[in-house]
T-cell receptor
């Protein structure tokens, strides 16, 4: 049982490039989330999903897109990368939105130069 | 809007000391509160989840309490060890459909041998 896995661990992008951050969970959780963590700023929710085919915006969705075609996978797409998207990105999952713990992946450290 | 505050931002204690980490939140209408541990360069590991109807939860040397009316939670660590050195974050889940976790910025704990 691997939990929540993320790839890649590190990535450097040039301004204007695009990339997809991968997230997979093997706990059969319906709920999945993408956060970004900036130094001294805490975690901010980017997007979340309540099940396959259903996604919704979080607190800071601009510049990102998501899809959820399966229960296991929840990729995060960055289009036209900007320096403001330099951050550490965490994927998380939970059985339900209320009353259950969220489990986090190890993170992807992204630098945009 | 729910806000979560963790003060101080950093704490250094000698090994063996019992210590308390504080978390305060502005809106008492919450489903639950979760404490996480984050090691440098790693993801978040869930430590304890307290439901709104509970007063405390215990796991090993850790004890978390919740006082909704005053908007406070504490994480008590008994007999601290150098291996406890990490950043500790608390997060609250407000009431409401599809409500999301709101995180504090964390307390970075250093336990000196």
């Amino acid at each position: 049982n691997a939990g929540v896995t993320q790839t890649p661990k590190f990535r450097i992008l040039k301004i204007g490039q695009s990339m997809t951050l991968q997230c997979t969970q093997d706990m059969n959780h319906n709920y999945m989330y993408w956060y970004r963590q900036d130094p001294g700023m805490g975690l901010k929710l980017i997007y979340y999903s309540v099940g396959a085919g259903i996604t919704d915006k979080g607190e800071v969705p601009n510049g990102y897109n998501v899809s959820r075609s399966t229960t296991e996978d929840f990729p995060l797409r960055l289009e036209l990368a900007a320096p403001s998207q330099t951050s550490v990105y965490f994927c998380a999952s939970s059985y339900s939105m209320v009353g259950y713990e969220q489990y986090f992946g190890p993170g992807t450290r992204l630098t945009v130069t | 809007k729910q806000e979560v505050t963790q003060i101080p931002a950093a704490l250094s204690v000698p090994e063996g000391e019992n210590l308390v980490l504080n978390c305060s939140f502005t809106d008492s209408a919450i489903y639950n509160l979760q404490w996480f541990r984050q090691d440098p360069g790693k993801g978040l590991t869930s430590l304890l989840l307290i439901q709104s109807s509970q007063r405390e939860q215990t796991s090993g040397r850790l004890n978390a309490s919740l006082d909704k009316s005053s908007g406070r939670s504490t994480l008590y660590i008994a007999a601290s060890q150098p291996g406890d050195s990490a950043t500790y974050l608390c997060a609250v889940r407000p009431t409401g459909a599809n409500s999301k976790l709101t995180f504090g910025k964390g307390i970075t704990l250093s336990v000196r041998p």
